[in-house]
């Protein structure tokens, strides 16, 4: 099981950007699907998870201005991004809880990450 992240890049303050995740292999099930991020010098903390269902849950610092969203066909989870500000600087990471077919349990797994930079 591979999960590939895409979309980071460079945006100035204010504005918008979005982010994919697509996991990919042999998936069985996929359960709840997230992302976290990691600035320079700070722990990894999460920005917001969605479940199987479609129900999310956001941190407090980004509720109102990121929506999780994710395709289950696809296999793949969304972050849109809005008001980005600089302190959203970080390294994007997707994390999912997946079975394998060849699995009666399922665990989690991490893509590679994807760097955002908001430029003041």
């Known amino acids: 099981v591979q999960l590939q992240a895409s979309g980071g890049g460079l945006v100035q303050s204010g504005g918008s950007l979005s982010v994919s995740c697509a996991a990919s292999?042999?998936?069985?099930?996929?359960?709840?699907m997230g992302w976290y991020r990691q600035a320079p010098g700070k722990q990894r903390e999460l920005v917001a998870r969605?479940?199987?269902?479609?129900?999310?849950n956001y941190a407090d610092f980004v509720r109102g201005r990121f929506i999780i969203s994710r395709d289950n066909t696809k296999n793949t989870v969304y972050l849109h991004m809005n008001s980005l500000k600089p302190e959203d600087t970080a390294v994007y990471y997707c994390?999912?809880?997946?079975?394998?077919?060849?699995?009666?349990?399922?665990?989690?797994?991490w893509g590679q990450g994807t760097q955002l930079t908001v430029s003041s």
């Open positions: 994390n999912a809880n997946i079975r394998r077919f060849s699995d009666n349990y399922s665990r989690y797994y």
């Open positions: 969605i479940t199987s269902g479609g129900s999310p």
């Open positions: 292999g042999s998936i069985h099930s996929i359960n709840d």
